[in-house]
Each structure stands twice: as structure tokens, then as C-alpha cells.
């Protein structure tokens, strides 16, 4: 039978890590196999598209740049990883995936939403998953939630995260079906309550 694929979204700090590794344990825990990944990255390619998103250096990358990026990335993890591992009947639970690029690139970089999505899912047919957790919470709390300077994408600022979650959540009203919105700014095991319960419906 074929694994269910789980993906965990939301803007920096929202704890997808966080969360992606307690929900990948918890399957584990209960007997399934399980793969988690990340993104971008997560390929012997993808790990180097990834270091050309986020090297800090590149400030003057557009929104377009970004897009087929992350998207080249992408295609490369789904072919490699993600779809060989669901046939083999693994879990897959992925830390961003291309609603990421629909809400970064697409609402808040202005290449468009509905873009994004046509292409993610009408050319390149990339796999869908079965359950979409977005982890919800204002910026400013996530932001207090970091150290250090941040990324390229991190240094953006908050009115720029702020778009980022505004398109996210007009994703999920889109997606309804398959989004489950869950509010990130409590402490991590309600959260986690709340992300089990929506992956249990799927399993
Ligand atoms: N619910 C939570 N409450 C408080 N701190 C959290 C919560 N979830 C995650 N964190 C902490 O916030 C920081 C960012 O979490 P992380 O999982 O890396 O987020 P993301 O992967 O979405 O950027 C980490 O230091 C993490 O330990
Ligand atoms: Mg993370």
C-alpha cells in the first residue's frame, strides 16, 4: 500500500523542525516506516540549489530566480525521494513543500499564486499530499522565537513574513480539504496534540 505523505508548512520559526521530527518519531514509535526531508534540499542536487537560495550573498535575487529554484529543487527531491519512498508504502513527512513557494515567491514575492500552484501541480504533477498541517502564528512571535541573524529569506523583515502568511492561509481556505490549520503560537506539545489528530485522520 502506498505510505501517506504529511507536510508540515508555515513561515520561519512557525516549528515545522520542530514539529516534522516529533511527528517522524511518533510514527516510527507506532510502527510505520517513515521518511522525513526537507526543503529546499534534501538531494545530492537539491542541496546545492538550496545553498544557492539561501547564501546571504545573493541579495539581489528575484522572485523569479527563487521560483525555479526552489521548483528544480523540488522536482529533483520528488522523483529521487519522495515518490519511490510512498510506493514503497514509507510514511513521508515533509518540512515545506510547494505551497512554501506559492506563499513566499507566489503571494508574498508577487510571481502570483495561482501560478505557482498550476505549475506545481498541472505541469510538473508533483505529488500531492495527503494531509497539509500549517503551522499558523503572527510573525512577530516567530521571530522572537529565533537567535542569530537569519538566512537571505529570514532577512526579509516582517512585513514581508506577514505576506507570507497571509498566502498561506489563502492557500488553506482554497484547500480546504486537505489543510488542517493549527494555531503554532502555543507551547510545542499542543501543538503536537493538534498535528497528530489531523495525521490520524489520514492514516
Ligand atoms: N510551540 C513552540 N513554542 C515555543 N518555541 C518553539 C515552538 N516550536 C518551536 N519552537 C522553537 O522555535 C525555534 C524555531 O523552531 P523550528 O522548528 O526551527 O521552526 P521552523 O523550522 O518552522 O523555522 C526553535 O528554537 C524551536 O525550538
Ligand atoms: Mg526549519
Redesign the pocket.
Known amino acids: 500500500m502506498r505510505g501517506r505523505f504529511i507536510v508540515v508548512e508555515?513561515i520561519?520559526?512557525?516549528?515545522?523542525?520542530?514539529?516534522a521530527a516529533r511527528l517522524a518519531e511518533d510514527l516510527a514509535l507506532r510502527g510505520r516506516r517513515v521518511l522525513r526531508t526537507r526543503e529546499p534540499g534534501g538531494t545530492r542536487i537539491g542541496e546545492r540549489v538550496r545553498g544557492l537560495l539561501l547564501n546571504a550573498d545573493h541579495s539581489e535575487m528575484v522572485p523569479l530566480t527563487e521560483f525555479f529554484l526552489f521548483m528544480a529543487s523540488r522536482a529533483q527531491l520528488v522523483e529521487q525521494v519522495i515518490r519511490p519512498a510512498l510506493r514503497r508504502g514509507m510514511d513521508v513527512v515533509c518540512?515545506r513543500y510547494y505551497y512554501s513557494t506559492a506563499a513566499y515567491q507566489g503571494a508574498a514575492g508577487g510571481v502570483g499564486i495561482p501560478g505557482v500552484l498550476h505549475i506545481a501541480e498541472k505541469v510538473a504533477r508533483f505529488e500531492r499530499p495527503d494531509v497539509v498541517a500549517l503551522?499558523d502564528l503572527p510573525p512577530a512571535t516567530a521571530r522572537a522565537?529565533?537567535s542569530g541573524p537569519g538566512d537571505r529569506v529570514e532577512r526579509k523583515g516582517l512585513v514581508y513574513q506577514k505576506r507570507v502568511r497571509q498566502g498561506f492561509l489563502s492557500i488553506a481556505r482554497r484547500e480546504r480539504r486537505r489543510f488542517r490549520v493549527i494555531d503554532?503560537a502555543?507551547?510545542?506539545e499542543e501543538?503536537f496534540r493538534d498535528l497528530r489528530k489531523a495525521v490520524d485522520r489520514a492514516l
Open positions: 508555515g520561519d520559526g512557525s516549528g515545522k523542525s520542530t514539529l518540512d503551522l522565537r529565533r503554532a502555543r507551547p510545542v501543538v
